[in-house]
């Protein structure tokens, strides 16, 4: 079988074993592609940065940031000499490894990362392609953790109207934009404002899902969290109580 049918159906392999859940496996089947393709087809070629990339996602997954930074970072290295600097798939390491560094709480190594890869991305899509909202939102998120609520919002603002232009009104990423900017007005004391954008997002998720799909139950935390804040007891606890029950049909 030629090296590089055999490493794709590698790759494959471990895609499929990755949605399974089924992390063990797939580490073992990444290691496997990533070691042909630095033997067979060369270490510092394109398909190492994707071998590479298959096996940190999982690493991410499981919270194994350790594991997961390196691998990034090298296949980082290699895109950035192999397509250059301003090449989007940069932008997509330079956004992973940003966010190993959040999830770590590394705030200020994360922003230049998301920034870089924001610029990257502009300068390759223009300014209106949902890419460009997934770094909006990215960096907002960062900000929002840091507290940095009024520097948040208006990069929400841009990414929520990008994606409803881009790809409609009722797109689960809309929802998951209008979910982050309720927390943020939740953080901010701004109630009104967070409930409408929680229903809003709801709607989306209902609509795209179906009311009875695990995926409700962020949101539906998220609106119990707001109703207990503001007092209303009842509101409260049935939104949590149909959170748990849509978690539960998830195992």
Sequence with gaps: MDKKVRWKKL????????????????????RESLKLAEDK???????VATS?????????????????EPLFTRALKIDEKGLGPDHPDVAYYLNSLAGIYTAEGKYS??????????AIREKAHGKDHPDIAI????????YTAEGRYAEAVPLYERALEIDKRALG????????????????????GRYTEAELYYKRALAIDEWEFGPEHPKLAVVLENMATL??????????????ERARQLRLKKE
């Design 41 to 47: 087809i060369g270490t510092n070629h394109p398909a």
């Design 169 to 188: 009104p009722k797109h689960p990423n809309v929802a998951i934009l209008l979910d982050n900017l309720a927390g943020l007005y939740t953080a901010e």
């Design 109 to 118: 190594e994360a922003e230049p990362f998301y920034k870089r890869a924001l």
């Design 52 to 68: 590479l990339n298959n096996l940190a996602i999982i690493y991410y997954s499981e919270g194994k940031y350790a594991e997961a």
């Design 135 to 142: 770094s909006l939102n990215n960096l907002a998120s960062l």
């Design 227 to 240: 109703y207990k804040k503001t007092g209303k007891k009842e509101e409260a606890e049935a939104f949590a």
């Design 11 to 30: 790759n494959d392999k471990v895609e499929s074993l990755y949605k399974e859940g089924q992390y063990h496996e797939a580490i073992k089947v990444a």
